[in-house]
Structures are given as structure tokens and as C-alpha cells.
T-cell receptor
């Protein structure tokens, strides 16, 4: 079945440092790819998405590019802020084969001032 | 525009009991899905409802059941609670079951503790 693998956390960075969170996936069809973020005590919010190969999703300074050849969707940000501290989930939705989303285990990011 | 709302926010049950969790979908959304998020893990798909019928189910036993009402709100019922059912239960809605942007809109969740 479909699956998503993320780099192990937690990740601790200083403010203004560069961030990369790796995400790779396995899917039988042609999935859409997503990054969701969960702030403490809250539900998940969509951060960015890409629906086909080579698409780049971006939002709030975060970017991720859909790489079909490496089945990856790595999340990047050039300069993190304390307010970026949260748990980040990579996810896929394979519309041709089901209605559900498959989420990775999440990566906790802590940004120190 | 009203977002996804869930109730209750927290509850404690004992093993063997039954629980009902409720969800109101975002305005204009006719599709509701439920996810279980164990501590430190990603959400796991339980099932999805569209037009008051279940139209997708994850790897959960039959004691997990649901309903969708004509106003698109939904309930998740869990019978014969087990300790491993302790988790955050997330409801998510979207405008249609397939296609579109594919984005899920989540509520803040109901945290269930089973003792």
C-alpha cells in the first residue's frame, strides 16, 4: 500500500537557520503531495501542496518540489523563526486508488531564539 | 465561514465502554473523514463519509463506526474501548470526495483517554 517516510525528529535549530525535512513516498498511482503543520494544541493545517511532478508548492517562506524520479517532497525554508516551531507532516493522497490521505509520522521542529 | 468543529475536546472512558465523537463540517463541504492520531505519530485514516454513506475505510475493526447526517455533520462511534484507542481523533472535511484541490480541512480534535 501507499506509504510516507519522513526524517526522524526532533529537529532543533537556531533562529534564521536553514531547514530541510526529508520526505519520500511510495504510491501505486499518481498522488498529490502535501505538507501539513500542527501547532501545539491545534489540529492540522495545510502548509503547501503539489499535484503533479515538478510542481513546487510554497507558502510562508516554505517550499517543496514534487520529484517523481526520486519519489520525494522535501520541505525547505531558508530562515526559520521561533514561530515555526511545530510538528510537520508529509502526506499523500492517491485519488485514483482511494479517498484517504496517508500521513508520515511527523517531524517536530523546535526553533530557539 | 465556519471551520470544522469537534466535540467534546477531551474525554476519559474506561475499557469496555462506548464513546461517540461529533463533528460539524466546514460550510459548503459534503465529505467528512475521521483520523486517529496516537501520541507521537501521524494521523491514520479511519473512514470517510459522503452523502451519508461510508465510501472509504482504513484498517480499523468494525467496532469503529460512523454516521453522516443530511447537514453533513458526522459522528464517530467506538464500541468496546481498548487501552490502545487512547488517541487524538481528528475530523476533516472537504468540498467533495475526490478531485478538486484535494485539501483536507481539520478540526482541533477530540482527545480520548481510555483507562
Amino acid at each position: 500500500g501507499d506509504s510516507v517516510t519522513q526524517m526522524e525528529g526532533p529537529v532543533t535549530l537556531s533562529e534564521e537557520a536553514c531547514l530541510t525535512i526529508n520526505c519520500t513516498y511510495t504510491a501505486t498511482g499518481y498522488p498529490s503531495l502535501f505538507w501539513y503543520v500542527q501547532y501545539p494544541g491545534e489540529g492540522l493545517q495545510l502548509l503547501l501542496k503539489a499535484t503533479k511532478a515538478d510542481d513546487k508548492g510554497s507558502n510562508k517562506g516554505f517550499e517543496a518540489t514534487y520529484r517523481k524520479e526520486t519519489t520525494s517532497f522535501h520541505l525547505e525554508k531558508g530562515s526559520v523563526q521561533v514561530s515555526d516551531s511545530a510538528v510537520y507532516f508529509c502526506a499523500l493522497s492517491d485519488q485514483d486508488y482511494g479517498q484517504n490521505f496517508v500521513f508520515g509520522p511527523g517531524t517536530r521542529l523546535s526553533v530557539l531564539p | 465561514e465556519t471551520g470544522v468543529t469537534q466535540s467534546p475536546t477531551h474525554l476519559i472512558k474506561t475499557r469496555g465502554q462506548q464513546v461517540t465523537l461529533r463533528c460539524s463540517s466546514q460550510s459548503g463541504h459534503n465529505t467528512v473523514s475521521w483520523y486517529q492520531q496516537a501520541l507521537g505519530q501521524g494521523p491514520q485514516f479511519i473512514f470517510q463519509y459522503y452523502r451519508e454513506e461510508e465510501n472509504g475505510r482504513g484498517n480499523f475493526p468494525p467496532r469503529f463506526s460512523g454516521l453522516q447526517f443530511p447537514n453533513y455533520s458526522s459522528e464517530l462511534n467506538v464500541n468496546a474501548l481498548e487501552l490502545d484507542d487512547s488517541a487524538l481523533y481528528l475530523c476533516a472535511s472537504r468540498p467533495s470526495p475526490t478531485g478538486g484541490t484535494g485539501e483536507l480541512f481539520f478540526g482541533e480534535g477530540s482527545r480520548l483517554t481510555v483507562l
